[in-house]
T-cell receptor, first 117, second 111 residues
Framework: NAGVMQNPRHLVRRRGQEARLRCSPMKGHSHVYWYRQLPEEGLKFMVYLQKENIIDESGMPKERFSAEFPKEGPSILRIQQVVRGDSAAYFC???????????????FGPGTRLTVL | KQEVTQIPAALSVPEGENLVLNCSFTDSAIYNLQWFRQDPGKGLTSLLLIQSSQREQTSGRLNASLDKSSGRSTLYIAASQPGDSATYLCAVRDSNYQLIWGAGTKLIIKP
């Protein structure tokens, strides 16, 4: 059973370009979470998704950022018109297909390191 | 609003010492608490998960304790080795899904 997969592992974009980060959860997991880690800081929650639904996007910047988790395929975190401040490590996690509120462990992918030139 | 603090921010000790890393949180209504390890430029490795009903968890040379009432957790590392050098992150799950993270303790074990 493969773990959480993220690609690309490293992504370089110039200011104004779009960045697309992909996350494939563990088999059998239908809950996906995205976190961002700015340099020398802790991780910050961005968004929680279930298949075809955004459950909580309270941590997402209001502009330029969007996330989806389609019925088929990986979850996508999309950043439009990137700026230097978007440079960070973006981590995806998934958890089992069980009721929320039961304290289930989140399993993390290796992260995507975005560098904006 | 939940806040997680880790002390110290950095720690350097000689190889072989036992050491304790601290994590505190402001709201005791948590579902669980996890300790992670992060190596430079790498991903996150989950070390221990303590459910809110538990007091401690052990894995090899690692032992994590949880005191919800005081809002504290400690990660105890026995007989430290240079390979233990990494940043250790504490995260609490205080709602159905969000993990709230500390800024981490950067640990250096000197050979």
């Amino acid at each position: 059973n493969a773990g959480v997969m993220q690609n690309p592992r490293h992504l370089v974009r110039r200011r104004g370009q779009e960045a697309r980060l992909r996350c494939s959860p563990m088999k059998g997991h239908s809950h996906v979470y995205w976190y961002r880690q700015l340099p020398e800081e802790g991780l910050k929650f961005m968004v929680y998704l279930q298949k075809e639904n955004i459950i909580d996007e309270s941590g997402m910047p209001k502009e330029r950022f969007s996330a989806e988790f389609p019925k088929e395929g990986p979850s996508i975190l999309r950043i439009q018109q990137v700026v230097r401040g978007d440079s960070a490590a973006y981590f995806c996690a998934s958890s089992p297909d069980l009721a929320t509120g039961q304290g289930h462990e989140q399993f993390f992918g290796p992260g995507t390191r975005l560098t904006v030139l | 609003k939940q806040e997680v603090t880790q002390i110290p921010a950095a720690l350097s000790v000689p190889e072989g010492e036992n050491l304790v890393l601290n994590c505190s949180f402001t709201d005791s209504a948590i579902y669980n608490l996890q300790w992670f390890r992060q190596d430079p430029g790498k991903g996150l490795t989950s070390l221990l998960l303590i459910q809110s009903s538990q007091r401690e968890q052990t894995s090899g040379r690692l032992n994590a304790s949880l005191d919800k009432s005081s809002g504290r957790s400690t990660l105890y590392i026995a007989a430290s080795q240079p390979g233990d050098s990494a940043t250790y992150l504490c995260a609490v799950r205080d709602s159905n899904y969000q993990l709230i993270w500390g800024a981490g303790t950067k640990l250096i074990i000197k050979p």
